[in-house]
């Protein structure tokens, strides 16, 4: 059976854009004894070098984000209610009686998201998703000065999920992207053929500027952007709206909402999932988004590709993925980052 407990431990760790620096800990903790030189950024992206057994013949970016979804703490009531606003993306149907954790100064404090009681909805509010403004957080403060004691506004918020590794899959938060760092650490520990360099970034979900700002020390020729993405495989999804599924392994992207994909590279990454020995699929959509957003457009141009993991319920407070989609995407990244490090193809038509 396979060892989670790097990734349990990145993903029940506290890391919302903005505040990524125990995520990072962890993630230095790990790469330490393998990379040959290590940078913390300004804005606080984490990039390491390692070297392989030759020098690249193009320089190779693996990228992959430390940040995950969450709140901030905007305003404290008089009642020692809290108000918040989203940091990304978040899926608002499913928010109200959700526990959360307010990491603190003080350390994680627990509450749970609030609304209007559902008995007192009027038949038009029935049904629907709660306006992030019509919901709060209660920490079971009685006032203000109760609440002020323990939390201040711009305190990250993040979900009090679960962790679980039954039926072959593996259900917890902030799988995008604590599972692509994860599979980047693992990558890194590999004995590679070529340099590579590794960047995990911050703020992703609130508008790639770790990235942006990564891709402009690294300058690299090439990037692999290695992400979790929305697997729709579920009840009530038409079958040409449900974009990628588990146990299919690793998805390619050729046109998101940020970027179009090196076409080369898109190809290569089936050949190299071909040589692996495992399955690989489309991304059957153009929705979302990730760093290539930014990378590719940065210096005079980067050619991008895309490998990700399904996930089912991204951007809410439980995902899920394969077990077997992330060992196959593993064994897939590495040949298709030594394919491309090394020289593969030697250009883009």
């Not at 606080?44 to 020098?55: H, P, Y």
């Not at 960047?199 to 692999?224: C, K, L, M, N, Y």
């Amino acid at each position: 059976m396979a060892d989670w407990s790097l990734l349990r431990r990145l993903c029940n760790t506290s890391g919302v854009s903005g505040a990524e620096d125990q995520v990072r800990e962890i993630i230095l903790e790990e790469i330490r004894p393998y990379a040959d030189s290590i940078e913390i950024t300004p804005l606080g992206n984490l990039i390491a070098v390692k070297k392989g057994r030759e020098r690249a013949r193009k320089k190779l970016m693996l990228d992959a984000h430390m940040d995950e979804v969450g709140f901030l703490v905007t305003f404290i009531r008089e009642d020692g209610l809290l108000k918040m606003t989203a940091a990304g993306g978040i899926n608002l149907q499913v928010m109200p009686g959700r526990p959360v954790a307010i990491d603190t100064v003080h350390g994680l404090v627990p509450g749970v998201i609030g609304a209007k009681p559902i008995h007192l909805l009027d038949e038009e509010e029935r049904g629907k998703a709660v306006p992030l403004k019509d919901l709060y957080i209660d920490i079971g403060a009685a006032s203000r000065e109760e609440a002020a004691a323990l939390v201040s506004p711009g305190d990250r918020v993040v979900f009090r999920s679960v962790w679980d590794e039954s039926h072959g899959r593996l259900k917890a938060r902030a799988l995008d992207d604590r599972a692509g760092c994860a599979l980047l650490v693992d990558l890194m520990k590999k004995d590679l053929q070529y340099d590579m360099t590794f960047v995990f970034a911050v703020q992703e979900e609130t508008g790639q500027s770790g990235s942006r700002t990564a891709a402009h020390i690294v300058a690299p020729d090439a990037a692999i952007v290695v992400e979790a993405t929305t697997a729709g495989d579920s009840a009530g999804v038409p079958e040409e709206k449900r974009i990628c599924s588990l146990g299919k392994g690793p998805v390619v992207t050729f046109m998101d909402h940020g970027a179009i994909y090196d076409r080369d590279y898109y190809r290569l990454a089936f050949e190299a999932a071909a040589e692996a020995g495992v399955p690989c699929q489309s991304k059957l959509g153009v929705a979302g988004g990730n760093d290539a957003r930014v990378i590719h457009a940065s210096g005079e141009g980067v050619r991008p590709v895309s490998v990700s993991l399904p996930c089912r319920y991204i951007h809410s407070a439980v995902g899920m993925i394969s077990q077997q989609d992330y060992h196959d995407t593993l064994a897939m990244l590495q040949r298709l980052a030594e394919k491309i490090a090394g020289g593969e193809p030697a250009a883009a038509e």
